[in-house]
């Protein structure tokens, strides 16, 4: 085997790396990835006006790349402050889901706001806080990381 220098910033790119090959090949072959991609799917596809920001943001950061090609000032501005915005929407790789086949089916693709579970305040002695009114018997929580970046309205 033969030994080889590399700096720290290289070993954790290469494990990171390792690591979305593993989650992506696991979500392939347990049929994972489908699912994910039509949840993802619907996030744009329900929204007619948040689906056309989207495409908006496409367009602009195209045309912010042009424009500031053409404007190059090697780092030198007479403003001190950027007049473009980056982006109009950005993209997530993580998408939180709450899984649970006691749900409602209208529910199904929806989003859910200020969800919680059943906690122990550490603000009030440990006071046992009750879980929101949209949680349902059975709720579990489950966050999907390194996901491909796709557009999310929250």
Same mark, same amino acid.
């Given at each position: 085997?033969? *030994?080889? #220098?590399? *700096? #720290?910033?290289?070993? &954790? %790119? =290469? ?5 979305? %090959? ?5 979500? #392939?072959? !347990?049929?994972? %990835? +489908?699912?994910? @991609?039509?949840?993802?799917?619907? =996030?744009?596809?329900? &929204?007619? %006006? ?6 908006? #943001?496409?367009?602009?950061? &195209?045309? $912010? ?5 053409? /404007?190059?000032?090697? +780092? /030198? ?10 982006? =109009? ?5 993580? $998408? +939180? ?15 859910? !706001? ?11 002695? +440990?006071? =046992?806080?009750?879980?929101? &009114? ?9 966050? $999907?990381? @390194? ?8």
């Amino acid at each position: 085997m033969a *030994s080889v #220098q590399m *700096s #720290q910033t290289l070993r &954790d %790119q =290469i494990t990171d790396n390792y690591k979305q %090959q593993l989650y992506s090949a696991y979500r #392939q072959a !347990h049929n994972v %990835q +489908g699912a994910i @991609d039509t949840i993802v799917n619907r =996030i744009t596809d329900n &929204d007619p %006006q948040f689906s056309a920001l989207c495409q908006l #943001q496409e367009a602009h950061a &195209d045309t $912010l790349d042009a424009v500031r090609n053409r /404007y190059a000032t090697d +780092g /030198y501005s007479y403003s001190r402050e950027n007049k473009v915005t980056e982006s =109009i929407v950005r993209t997530s790789t993580t $998408l +939180g889901l709450i899984c649970n086949p006691n749900r409602p089916a209208a529910e199904d693709g929806t989003y859910i !706001h200020n969800w919680y579970t059943e906690y122990k305040d550490e603000y009030t002695e +440990g006071k =046992i806080r009750p879980a929101s &009114d949209n949680y349902v018997e059975g709720d579990v929580p489950v966050k $999907l990381t @390194d996901l491909q970046p796709f557009y999310n309205a929250l």
